[in-house]
């Protein structure tokens, strides 16, 4: 009985979601219910390709990623996987048409993390599309359902928001991404010295990001605007807390919304969003 193990594959796509990302969650707790497990079976595949290349430490990263890339191929042309992530995660592939080259170009991101550990502008560049970009159109291709002219209007917006999700996350996680894995992603720039000015430049960056995005949020199928702007509100926040922050504070500690105001973002967004307030 397959379905059953469907079953089991979608709720471990769930699971993984819940662990590891609260503010992912809530955003797609509120899309319509067709798009949940569409949404939890790539943000799963995603989090899996990460894990393996931020957390698996003592292991052979470059071997265990390699096998993740050939079985989510291999799943995609089988149609099954008895690894419920893969599984899942080639199920909405193929229900939806998902581009193979969007999984390439992530995958190849994931790689890059092996080896680059200082980042100039075009490999930033590069890693920015693969990482996150192709991410947000992942999720473009699940909620236009097959519409393609819809999903190249929205292409460039879905880019910018997962553009501006990372870069946030690269802000956030400056101390860690450094001094804990080695790395430095914003090109130019001595994250061991960043200071206001650089600080205010890299912000500014990201919410020219914001702005292009929002403008596409606006015109998603409704079933998927309300959660696509909860995470959006908690990423602007997220930004702005940042702002506010001293850069060498941000160097120190990560910047964090507490749950309490996640949940506050996210009732504010559906009255907002119920009044056709966008």
Not at 18 to 42: M, Q, R, W
Not at 96 to 119: G, N, T
Request: proline share 2%; hydrophobic share 40%; glycine share 4%.
């Amino acid at each position: 009985m397959k379905h059953i193990f469907d079953l089991i594959s979608k709720k471990s796509s769930k699971l993984t979601t819940v662990t590891y990302s609260t503010s992912f969650s809530l955003g797609i707790k509120v899309f319509n219910k067709k798009y949940h497990d569409p949404i939890y079976a790539i943000y799963g595949f995603v989090r899996f390709g990460d894990e393996i290349v931020d957390s698996f430490h003592g292991f052979d990263k470059r071997k265990l990623l390699k096998k993740f890339e050939a079985d989510t191929y291999e799943a995609i042309e089988d149609g099954i996987s008895l690894n419920p992530i893969l599984n899942n995660f080639q199920w909405v592939v193929n229900k939806y048409q998902i581009d193979h080259e969007l999984i390439h170009l992530f995958l190849r991101s994931m790689e890059m993390d092996l080896d680059q550990k200082a980042y100039d502008l075009k490999s930033f560049k590069e890693y920015i599309v693969g990482s996150a970009e192709v991410v947000g159109l992942m999720c473009l291709q699940v909620f236009v359902e097959g519409d393609k002219k819809r999903y190249e209007e929205l292409k460039p917006a879905a880019m910018a928001l997962g553009s501006a999700f990372q870069k946030v996350n690269f802000l956030r996680d400056l101390n860690a991404d450094k001094n804990i894995l080695g790395r430095s992603y914003f090109p130019n720039i001595d994250v061991a010295s960043l200071d206001e000015d650089t600080k205010e430049q890299i912000i500014a960056d990201i919410e020219t990001d914001f702005k292009q995005a929002y403008e596409g949020l606006k015109q998603l199928p409704k079933g998927a605007r309300l959660g696509v702007y909860v995470a959006y509100i908690y990423y602007l926040s997220l930004l702005r807390k940042i702002k506010r922050t001293q850069a060498s504070v941000i160097m120190k500690q990560r910047v964090r919304i507490p749950n309490s105001e996640k949940y506050r973002l996210l009732v504010s967004s559906a009255v907002r969003h119920a009044f056709n307030l966008l």
